[in-house]
Structures are given as structure tokens and as C-alpha cells.
């Protein structure tokens, strides 16, 4: 998403400056969710939900625009893949320990988004 980004606000600084200055944030954590659709007879949507999607959002909540952040858990599956830089814990509403978090950098684009 943030190498896709990347393209297109190269592409709407003559077309559409308003937007060549949008960021985007991203917090990925690994874990089991409940996914499905979820609501009432009158509106459905197809969501997930859970202290992981939780997790992931508190993630993207101390990301700086531009970054991607993993969690922990996220890192060990990936680690051998991206190059990462291991930030400070987080501690996370609703968890006694803190979430240890990486900051990844994005190939494509140098890491400058």
C-alpha cells in the first residue's frame, strides 16, 4: 500500500496537488481473530475483530506517517524477508506488558514516502 501510495502521489502532483500530500500509516500484527459478518438483519458488514485487531491498531496509532510497524509476533514470521528496525515497546490499552515493534523499510521507495 505504501510503495502504491508512493506512485500515485508522484502522479497526482500535476493533476491533483490536493492529494500529492497524502500518508498513509500501517500497524500489522499476527494473531487469531474472529472474522465474518457481523451485525443485524438490517446491516451486515464483514469485519474482524479481536485483542489482536487491537493490537494492530494501537500499532498504527504510534506509526509516523509513512510507516509501516509490526508487531512482534509479525516480525518472527517475516524476519528473514524485510529489512526491519526494532523501536521502543509499546504499551498497549488493555496489556499489562508492552508490544515490542519494528518499523520496516519499504523497497520500492527508498523508505522515503
Known amino acids: 500500500m ?7 502521489r508522484k502522479e497526482w ?5 490536493q492529494l500529492a500530500g497524502m500518508q498513509i500509516r500501517i500497524g500489522i500484527n499476527t494473531g487469531e481473530v474472529v472474522a465474518g ?6 446491516r451486515m458488514d464483514y ?12 500499532i498504527e496509532s504510534v506509526c509516523r506517517a509513512g510507516e509501516v510497524c509490526l508487531s ?3 516480525y518472527k514470521e517475516v524476519q528473514g524477508h524485510i529489512i526491519a528496525t526494532r ?4 504499551y498497549v490499552k488493555n496489556r499489562i506488558q508492552p508490544v515490542q515493534v519494528y518499523t520496516i523499510q519499504i523497497p520500492s521507495t527508498g523508505g522515503e514516502v
Open 37 to 42: 459478518n457481523i451485525g443485524s438483519q438490517t
Open 87 to 90: 523501536l521502543a515497546p509499546v
Open 13 to 17: 502532483q500535476a493533476s491533483r496537488p
Open 47 to 58: 469485519t474482524v475483530v479481536g485483542d489482536n485487531v487491537n493490537v494492530a491498531s494501537r
Open 2 to 8: 505504501q510503495q502504491r501510495l508512493y506512485v500515485l
Open 72 to 74: 512482534e509476533s509479525t
